[in-house]
Each structure stands twice: as structure tokens, then as C-alpha cells.
């Protein structure tokens, strides 16, 4: 490229141009300016020492040494507290108790003598809620709380068995019928009691009504022992009578007032049936 070759500018380009020739020439015109004072210096900043040592040295006095007495204190082991005197939370049977809080204790692996025990104990607290006079008998609900079918299955067991010592022939044909009379009537009678509208649990009812059998094996055992007529017809309705006042609490509170004869004359009804039985049974 030679000296006489130009290279033309854009007109912005011109323009920065002539500013900056602008800016330069009113410097040299102004003369010396004021010069601006200088930042001042920063503050010294204090320095972290370093060390090898992962620990810093402290300027803090040393700790006293401990005195026996504090000694003593950490080494004292901790007294236990009593559990508190009342049974909160506990539920309590006649056979086996269970107080406190927690799950109750496994019966799975105590002894078979104990669980005959506890079973014995809580059949004759309910044969004794039921068929004998008590205080709760006008509550249904405390009465047979801690109900089962242990008991109901040997007072049915047991009549069947006396009824069939009693009869001259055919005993496994009479021990039978009275087994299958007790087992279906207690059935439909509690689902009578359901139909009707009744509050009561299925196996709680099985359970009250087995129990309500137990004068009737009385009077069975009796007439088995006393060969007559005049005495069996006796014996049976104080029984039969006795059966129907244990069972009539619970059968009548179950249901509504109203429907409380549609209720009980079945019932009543089961228990003339095996009293019946008992009587002709020679």
C-alpha cells in the first residue's frame, strides 16, 4: 500500500476521533489540574499464626482440679423409681391377672396345670355372675365381660351324659338328641336374639345360655339318683324355673322392650323341651 492510499473511515469512527483530539487539546489548554488525592492505605489486618499443631494454644487459666465430692456425685448410680401404687391400665381376671401397662404375658409356655387353673377360676366366677344372685346381674355388661365357651360346652356335654346313664336302652341314641337339642336351640336362640335387633355378641350369648343349663344338670343328676315320678316333676320345675329367672336379665336388656316376649318364650321354650326330657327319660 502506498502513502498516497487512504483508507476511509466510517463517519462514526471520524466522530470518536475528533472527540478524543478534542478531549486532549482542551488538557494542554486547562494546564496542570487538580490531582485527586490518593485512596488511603488499607488497615493492617491481623495475621493467623500457623501452626503444625491441629490444637491452638489458649490464653484461658487452666481448670481447677475436680474434688472427690464431684467425683463422688458422677459415680453415684442413679436410684430407681417405684412404679406408682395404683393399677392403671390393668385388667384383672379371676384366673389370671394382668396388671400395668404392655402386652400380657404369653400363656403359650406356662405350665398345662396352669391353664386348667385359670380356666377352672373363670368359669366358676361366671357361673357364679349368672345363675346365682349378684349385684351386676342388673348390668349385663359387667356380668358376662370375660365370657367363654369352656363352661357352655361342659354343662351340654354333661346333661347329654346324664340323660344317657339315666335311659335303660339306647343311651348313645338319647346322649345324641340331647346333645344336638342344646347345641341347635342355643344356636337359633342367639340368632333370634340378632334378628330381633339385639345387642349382644354371637358367642356371648352361646356362652349365657350354656351357663343357664346349669340347674337343669343339677336337677338331671338328681332325678338319675331318686327314681321317681313325683320327685322329677318337682325337681324339674324348680330347676326349669331357676333357668329361666338366670337367663332373663340378659335375654330382656339385649333387646328392645317391645320385642321383649319374642325373645324369652323361645328360650323358655328350650328349657321345658330338656326338662321334658329329664322327666321321660327312664
Not at 502513502?3 to 487539546?25: A, F, G, K
Not at 369352656?150 to 343311651?171: C, D, E, Q, R, Y
Not at 349382644?200 to 332325678?223: E, H, K, T
Amino acid at each position: 500500500m502506498s502513502h498516497n492510499d487512504t483508507v476511509p473511515l466510517y463517519q462514526s469512527s471520524q466522530s470518536d476521533i475528533d472527540e478524543i483530539e478534542n478531549m486532549m487539546s482542551e488538557g494542554f489548554q486547562s494546564g496542570p489540574g487538580t490531582v485527586l488525592p490518593a485512596r488511603p492505605p488499607s488497615p493492617i489486618r491481623p495475621s493467623i499464626p500457623v501452626t503444625s499443631s491441629p490444637f491452638v494454644q489458649s490464653n484461658l487459666p487452666p481448670l481447677p482440679p475436680p474434688s472427690s465430692s464431684s467425683v463422688a456425685q458422677k459415680v453415684t448410680p442413679a436410684v430407681p423409681v417405684p412404679p406408682p401404687s395404683g393399677n392403671f391400665g390393668s385388667s384383672s381376671s379371676e384366673g389370671g391377672k394382668t396388671m400395668g401397662f404392655g402386652s400380657p404375658p404369653n400363656t403359650l409356655t406356662e405350665p398345662v396345670w396352669d391353664t386348667v387353673k385359670r380356666d377352672l377360676s373363670r368359669i366358676v366366677s361366671n357361673l357364679k355372675l349368672v345363675v346365682f344372685p349378684n349385684p351386676n346381674r342388673e348390668d349385663p355388661g359387667k356380668a358376662l365381660r370375660d365370657w367363654d365357651l369352656w363352661g357352655p360346652f361342659f354343662f351340654i356335654v354333661f346333661l347329654g351324659l346324664t340323660l344317657s346313664w339315666s335311659a335303660s336302652v339306647k343311651k348313645s341314641e338319647v346322649f345324641a338328641v340331647a346333645f344336638a337339642l342344646l347345641a341347635a336351640g342355643a344356636v337359633i336362640l342367639t340368632l333370634n336374639v340378632l334378628l330381633l335387633g339385639g345387642h349382644i355378641i354371637f358367642f356371648q350369648s352361646l356362652s349365657l345360655l350354656g351357663y343357664c343349663l346349669f340347674p337343669l344338670d343339677v336337677g338331671a343328676v338328681i332325678c338319675m339318683l331318686k327314681d321317681n315320678v313325683i320327685l322329677k316333676m318337682v325337681v324339674v320345675c324348680v330347676t326349669l324355673a331357676w333357668s329361666s329367672w338366670a337367663a332373663y336379665p340378659f335375654m330382656s336388656a339385649a333387646v328392645n322392650p317391645r320385642r321383649k316376649a319374642l325373645a324369652l318364650y323361645p328360650v323358655f321354650l328350650m328349657y321345658v323341651s330338656v326338662g321334658f326330657l329329664i322327666i321321660a327319660i327312664d
